[in-house]
């Protein structure tokens, strides 16, 4: 969302440092500034967020446009309606993206699906940036959903695409990034959604139609990065192109070891074909590795994190923040967040991702519970609205180490190259669908139980936290296929030797 990711470049050299005594110097510093290039997409997908902070200009905008042109003020709940359509369009959005993802990827390659995807960022920049000029809503409520199928894209396409250029042992941390980028994208829209600087009558257009200025960016930058070896070699069948990609991306000429374990995954894509998302509901050598991914996509946005930013102003208010003053404490709780994911950038290939995400959905449950107490008897007992605040950090802390960046990573580690597609579409369509119902449903609960709303997070994170426990492996270090073979056992299918590793069971 902004047009400052090439000063963020010097960010991404960082999340390599830790293997730079096992790698060579052009290797880290080439996949570190393709990770700033390809995460343009996941910043400018969360800027599409911000028109919810803008709640009073827009609500003049649409009641002024609706006044000129009918004569009369829109009623409450006939805005409510409006307002609703406006906030919910992004969600759908990203699921109806999340349904792209298989075709594209298969059929444009992981490069190409993100090179067109900045179409969906562009023209949504420009209908926003001059809604207001044209005097029209519709144009808003247009742009959400378009701009949601970018999100719904980028958010999928992003991590397979780094994962696939991966070395084994940078895996994580690469994959960890994209979230980096899209806190990065939240905090300074937050920041830019300041009172004194764009959150304004003149200013909410110039910050919705910023969004497309990272989408430019990539459109230069993007094309001079190779598309993704595996694909080119499995799908492509481009044996000479593969290696040399990856010749360029390792920074040395002996890459063979990659090119022949991709020819024998290439002789299993052949035996089996491509997956589709009936097939993977219906093939038993995947059925614990699709489970997973559907609890832990669950598991991200219904612990709580939407609710947590939902309720935060009321939260710091009612412990004696000034209301003026609430906009900068709530930035500071994004400031926590990215730093949090940059954290995790550095510990995921140490402490590995298993343990990152046990760490995390428990520290969610515990918070959601406390803060359940805490937020019940804070007209009763002193301390309660400091001990909110304390639970509103400590939540956003959990969340960022395990369940906002890990859940996408293992979909990448989970599965091979014939079913990674279909894998992602399910993925990101419950991560979407998630979102788009805590979005809808919240306000009520929030309305009908009150502070005992987020008891319900708490539980969700409790069963999230046992099935992660008693389910998911670590897959840390692993290749793709040894990972496989874990799951293998518990799908109860028959491990195969090592001529035969590379199929999907």
């Not at 830790?18 to 390809?38: D, I, N, Q, V």
């Amino acid at each position: 969302k902004i047009g400052w990711v090439q000063s963020m470049s010097h960010m991404g050299l960082v999340n390599l440092a830790h293997a730079l005594s096992t790698r060579p110097r052009y290797f880290s510093a080439h996949l570190s500034s393709k990770e700033c290039g390809l995460t343009a997409a996941d910043v400018f997908s969360s800027w599409a967020k911000l028109g919810v902070s803008l709640f009073q200009f827009m609500q003049e905008f649409y009641n002024q446009t609706y006044h000129e042109r009918t004569g009369q003020y829109m009623d409450e709940s006939f805005f409510t309606l409006l307002w609703s359509i406006s906030v919910s369009m992004f969600p759908l959005g990203g699921f109806l993206g999340s349904l792209m993802v298989g075709p594209m990827v298969n059929k444009c390659g992981r490069k190409g699906t993100l090179l067109i995807n900045n179409i969906f960022s562009i023209i949504p920049a420009i209908l926003m940036g001059t809604s207001k000029v044209a005097k029209s809503y519709e144009m808003i409520i247009l742009s959400r959903i378009v701009v949601g199928i970018c999100a719904g894209l980028s958010s999928n396409v992003v991590p397979m695409y780094l994962g696939e250029l991966s070395p084994r042992n940078l895996r994580g941390a690469l994959g960890v990034v994209p979230q980096l980028f899209i806190t990065i994208g939240l905090i300074i829209a937050q920041i830019l959604g300041l009172r004194s600087i764009l959150a304004s009558e003149e200013g909410w257009p110039i910050l919705l139609g910023l969004t497309g200025v990272p989408a430019g960016l990539q459109l230069l930058f993007l094309p001079f990065f190779p598309e993704s070896p595996r694909y080119t070699l499995i799908q492509k069948g481009e044996e000479e192109r593969a290696r040399r990609d990856l010749r360029k991306l390792r920074g040395w000429d002996d890459v063979e070891d990659e090119v022949e374990e991709m020819r024998l995954e290439d002789q299993a894509e052949k035996a089996e074909g491509r997956l589709s998302v009936l097939n993977l509901f219906t093939f038993q050598p995947l059925r614990w590795q699709l489970i997973s991914i559907i609890v832990l996509m669950a598991g991200q946005q219904l612990s709580g994190i939407g609710a947590i930013f939902y309720y935060s102003d009321r939260i710091f208010q009612n412990a004696g923040v000034k209301e003026d003053d609430v906009q900068y404490v709530t930035a500071g709780t994004g400031a926590v967040y990215v730093v949090m994911t940059f954290v995790a950038v550095f510990i995921v290939e140490v402490l590995g991702r298993r343990l990152l995400l046990l760490a995390g959905f428990g520290i969610c449950c515990v918070t959601c519970a406390v803060l359940t107490a805490a937020l019940a008897l804070q007209d009763q007992v002193a301390g309660m609205p400091t001990l909110s605040i304390v639970c509103v950090i400590v939540y956003v802390v959990g969340h960022a180490i395990g369940p906002s960046p890990i859940p996408a990573l293992v979909i990448t580690e989970m599965f091979l190259q014939s079913s990674r597609p279909a894998a992602f579409m399910v993925g990101g369509g419950v991560h979407w669908l998630c979102n788009f119902t805590v979005g809808l449903v919240f306000p009520f609960i929030q309305g009908a139980l009150g502070p005992y709303s987020f008891i319900i997070f708490a539980v969700i994170g409790l069963l999230t936290t046992i099935y992660t426990y008693l389910i998911v492996p670590e897959t840390k270090g692993k290749t793709f296929m040894e990972i496989n073979q874990i799951f293998a056992k518990r799908n109860q299918v028959d491990v195969p030797d090592d001529k035969e590793e590379l199929k999907d069971f």
